[in-house]
Structures are given as C-alpha cells and as structure tokens.
Nanobody, 112 residues
Framework: QVQLVESWGGLVQAGGSLRLSCAVS????????MAWYRQAPGEERDLVAR???????TYAESVKGRFTISRDNAKNTVYLQMNNLKPADTAVYYC??????WGQGTQVTVSS
C-alpha cells in the first residue's frame, strides 16, 4: 500500500519561508513523478510543482522563482521549499504520486 505523509506546514508571516516534506512508503520516488498541489477554501485543487524521475521540474506561474521542489532519494522524501510567502499562498498543500496516491494534506497559512 502506497502512503504519502506531508508535514511541516504552519503559520508564517508574509515574506517568510516554510519547507514542506512528503515521506513516501510503499513505492520509490525514483521511478515516479512526484507533485505538490494546493487547495484554498472554496477553490479547486491546483498543481503547484512537479518533478519527474529524471529530475525535470515544472511550476505554476504563481510560484515560479519562489518555490522549489526537490527530493532525497535515500529518504524517499520529496520537499517543497517555499520562500517569500504571500497571503495568496494560504491553502492545504497535498503531495501526490499521479494516478497512484494522495497525501492527507498539510495546512499553510500566511498572515499579512
């Protein structure tokens, strides 16, 4: 059974930083694309960042230059480094292996 567990969300002031973690069990991140999504209240769940097994990354326009997706293959963990956070980044952030599994989500709240 594949499981994804997100952690290290929280409350931060605008301009601050957070690094989210997604620990994966039951599958290897080296053979799967990995992605981070977010969902704000009343809105759809949107793709934030994605990394392929080969290491190619893509980002939503709204986070380019501020967010970085990375992975630690030895720990089977994917990260989302978020810098210069804005109130508009407030959402529940989800880790995903496309077509396989979602994490439970972690709340990120950015105060102005």
């Amino acid at each position: 059974q594949v499981q994804l567990v997100e952690s290290w969300g929280g409350l931060v002031q605008a301009g601050g930083s957070l690094r989210l973690s997604c620990a994966v069990s039951g599958s290897s991140i080296t053979i799967n694309p990995m992605a981070w999504y977010r969902q704000a209240p009343g809105e759809e769940r949107d793709l934030v960042a994605r990394i392929t097994p080969g290491g190619t990354t893509t980002y939503a326009e709204s986070v380019k230059g501020r967010f970085t997706i990375s992975r630690d293959n030895a720990k089977n963990t994917v990260y989302l480094q978020m810098n210069n956070l804005k109130p508009a980044d407030t959402a529940v952030y989800y880790c995903r292996i496309p077509s396989i599994a979602w994490g439970q989500g972690t709340q990120v709240t950015v105060s102005s």
